[in-house]
């Protein structure tokens, strides 16, 4: 008779034989594609990056599956935006990865959010006022000058983890801080009409970018953060617009766009769908283009009228 | 790649731009004797230039700044130790800030049956009688609430616990394992208490299952959910594809083992799993696993030919194989607004050792080898933001329990028990859920059980990640 044992014994032997390190490059897992494009840009050919979510997916609501565990488990960096963002799927990730690596605490745990000053960090947690981030706002990939900050310290932290090439990465680091503060000064005057610009936005994804811009946010769709927008809320907000008009409704890629919609059509403002992290749009191929495409959309969305 | 030299290139400027100069000057004193209408212009051509190299020299002066200050600012940071700006990382201190994460799993409802529960039975199969098999007690009642309780135990080690307070208004540990966080090459350790890896459904709590109840074939032959006292080693394959192996020793402590005294292992199981995505909008796993466990005067109940209830002893062995399997699918990967999830099992038992039937009555110890099986489907679809639709069906296989060489039950397998079930839940958050539903139950084989439930589900506190 088989013995069970010897049927499983059979079936692991050649899976462990397949199981040959095929990377010589540093492998970077990143939650989210803005910190996977970071990643190559800092990292060149030294990286292999591999990215979890998809600019069309909801980053606080992932699941564990198996072909994220597979990655993590081989994983030499996990470059995540922390602040709480990915709490419900990034732990029993990192936990059933078997890769001691990468948990928190290790320099193979990099967590974005931990070097930016982090703006809406709630005075009081309670669940009442919806999916509140104890940390502050997580999405802070929408403030470019976030990015600078988090990029001096990725290329630092890879330097780190990967000190063979400290050289090389360092030099990588010099050359996108260099293109990066360039870009941002272009940006700066490009985005000069949109100071001051009244937005109402969906999700409470866009603190950062307004921070930025001096945009100023006079109402969101969703009545309290992740939960989605009713017919009653979109109704105090057209009443609201009435005597606090704005010029816009933002919304992510991600996000369904009908709220959103419903507002233009009704308060007769311009629906804006940013990329909100790169791929969300065709214009948003790297970081370059996320910014520039978003300015772009903002820009013209400010002209109308 | 050739850097760009910000300082030769403005060294080089600075150079040409007197040159310039020189020049426009020579122009100038060629043009000596014409009129001063001819000087007036020849000045503003100079005035001209001269804003327009320092325009051009200041945007260079800048740009040199810029790329200055990141030099510095990049040569600064990579000596400088890694660590978050002090003013982010300041952690809130106290006695209390090293303890656990709490989370609370409050749960109840309302039941309806057209049969009374207490008469519940699986037909064709012999059962434990404390496994709380059947649909619960009818009207409203309280589920179990489920206290867990989490936390880094060192570098190395993580502690969870999982206590039930059950609506009897006892208590039970449920889990209560340590684990190992820091071993790699894929390897985790666990000890204590946990529910064992075997097939899908069976080590994940209850209020992440998408009906009221689990399958027939958990009730039937794991007796509801299979948890133990012992150690799971767990190991993940280097590849992409994901493809885990964990064993497991134990106690034997629930059914269909028997918590008794004794040394060595009454358990040992062992599971591998594989997984992965096609495209951004699908994903899946499956797996085989298996489970051995003892028994040792192991009391169960059958039901006799006129109806009434029999009290039999097992001793001897079980060896369960279950095969699982689950595909989800949402579009672009994006599940907020449909989502639909499919799964099945299916577990198959043998038991070998000696039964003593009617331990009231007849008193008769024979020979006993039963083989059992049974299956269940199920799907459920997110049709709209919140809401979502599941149907469920099942059917156990009697197989052939033989007990002296004779069948100890006298039963057609088409009364075998089966199960429909359609459910609808509405979850105003990822905290809270309310569910409606329906089920036709041949548990006793030919006699249907009409079944109506209606179940709520909140989780309070830490926000507990959920595996897949």
């Not at chain 2, 966080?181 to 946990?194: D, E, I, M, P, Q």
């Not at chain 2, 539903?437 to 909140?458: I, N």
């Amino acid at each position: 008779m088989i013995k069970p044992r010897n049927v499983l014994v059979a079936l692991t032997i050649p899976m462990l034989l397949l199981a040959i390190p095929a990377h010589a490059a540093l492998r970077v897992f990143a939650c989210e594609p803005e910190w996977g494009a970071l990643a190559q840009e800092l990292g060149g050919k030294l990286v292999d990056v591999s990215v979890a979510t998809s600019a069309l997916q909801d980053p606080h609501q992932i699941q564990a599956k198996p072909s994220l565990i597979a990655r993590a488990r081989s994983a030499d960096l996990v470059v995540c935006t922390g602040a709480e963002l990915e709490i419900g799927w990034l732990p029993v990730l990192l936990q059933q990865s078997g890769n001691a690596k990468v948990q928190p605490g290790q320099p193979g745990n990099f967590a974005a959010a931990d070097y930016v000053h982090k703006l809406d960090v709630p005075t009081q947690l309670d669940r009442s006022q919806g999916d509140v981030h104890a940390a502050g706002n997580p999405h802070i990939q929408t403030d470019p000058r976030n990015i600078a900050l988090v990029a001096t310290a990725l290329g630092v932290r890879l330097q780190q983890v990967d000190a063979a090439n400290a050289a090389e990465y360092a030099k990588h680091l010099t050359d996108f801080s260099q293109r990066w503060q360039q870009a941002m000064t272009r940006w700066n005057s490009e985005a000069a009409p949109l100071r001051g610009v009244a937005v109402v936005s969906q999700h409470k994804a866009f603190v950062y970018l307004y921070d930025w811009l001096g945009m100023k946010e006079v109402a969101v769709l969703e009545p309290k953060p992740g939960v989605e927008p009713t017919a009653s809320h979109l109704q105090e907000v057209l009443t609201q617009l009435k005597t606090t008009p704005a010029r816009m409704a933002l919304y992510s890629a991600y996000q369904d766009p009908r709220a959103a919609e419903w507002l233009s059509k009704n308060a007769g403002v311009p629906a804006v769908k940013v990329p909100f992290t790169v791929g969300g749009t065709d214009g948003a191929k790297d970081l370059f283009g996320l910014y520039e495409d978003t300015l772009q959309r903002l820009l013209s969305a400010g002209a109308q009228k | 790649m050739k850097r760009f030299s910000p300082a030769m290139f403005a060294a080089a400027l600075y150079a040409s731009a007197p040159l310039s100069v020189v020049h426009a000057a020579a122009t100038t004193a060629n043009a000596a004797s014409t009129t001063a209408d001819e000087v007036r212009a020849i000045k503003q051509e100079l005035d001209a230039l001269r804003a327009a190299y320092e325009q051009r020299l200041q945007a260079l002066e800048s740009r040199l700044q810029a790329a200055e200050t990141a030099n510095a600012n990049a040569a600064a940071v990579a000596s400088a130790p890694v660590e978050p700006p002090p003013a982010q990382a300041a952690a809130t201190g106290g006695a209390n800030a090293f303890n656990p994460s709490m989370s609370l799993i409050l749960s109840g409802g309302y039941t309806h049956t057209s049969q009374d529960p207490q008469s519940y039975y699986l037909a064709g199969f012999q059962l434990p009688t404390d496994i709380g098999a059947g649909p619960g007690p009818r009207g409203f009642s309280l589920a179990e609430s489920e206290l867990g309780l989490a936390a880094n135990i060192d570098p190395w080690l993580r502690g969870t616990a999982n206590i039930a307070l059950e609506p009897d208004n006892t208590l039970s540990v449920e889990e209560a394992y340590v684990q190992t966080t820091s071993l790699s090459h894929g390897l985790s350790v666990k000890a204590g208490r946990f529910f064992s890896s075997v097939g899908y459904l069976n080590s994940q709590h209850s209020h992440t299952w998408d009906f009221v109840d689990n399958p027939l074939v958990y009730q039937a032959l794991l007796g509801t959910q299979y948890s133990d006292d012992g150690m799971h080693v767990g190991w993940l394959a280097p590849t992409d594809q994901f493809i885990e192996v964990a064993a497991e020793v134990g106690r034997g402590r629930s059914y269909p083992g028997t918590d008794t005294d004794r040394n060595g292992a009454g358990m040992n199981a062992l599971s591998l799993h594989t997984g992965g995505d096609v495209g951004f909008s699908n994903s899946w796993r499956a797996g085989i696993s298996t489970l051995y466990a003892k028994a040792d005067d192991q009391q169960l109940t059958m039901l006799g030919t006129n109806g009434t209830t029999i009290n039999n002893s097992f001793t001897g062995t079980t060896r369960l194989w279950l095969v699982d399997a689950v595909w989800k699918w949402a579009p672009n990967g994006n599940a907020i607004r449909t989502n639909f999830k499919l799964q099945g099992e299916y577990l198959h038992s043998k038991r070998d050792g000696l039964l003593t039937y009617d331990l009231t009555g007849l008193n008769l110890t024979d020979a006993y080898r039963a083989t059992q099986s049974g299956w269940y489907v199920q799907s459920v679809y997110q049709f709209i933001p919140h809401w979502r639709v599941g149907l469920r069906t099942e059917r156990l296989d009697i197989g052939s329990t033989d007990f002296g060489n004779t069948n100890l039950f006298a039963l057609n397998n088409n009364d075998a028990p089966r199960k429909h079930t359609v459910m609808l839940d509405f979850s105003p958050s990822e905290f809270s859920r309310v569910r409606l539903q329906f089920a036709r139950d041949y548990s006793r084989g030919s006699t249907a059980d009409d079944q109506a439930m209606l179940q709520y589900q909140m989780s309070l506190g830490a926000h507990g990640a959920h595996a897949y």
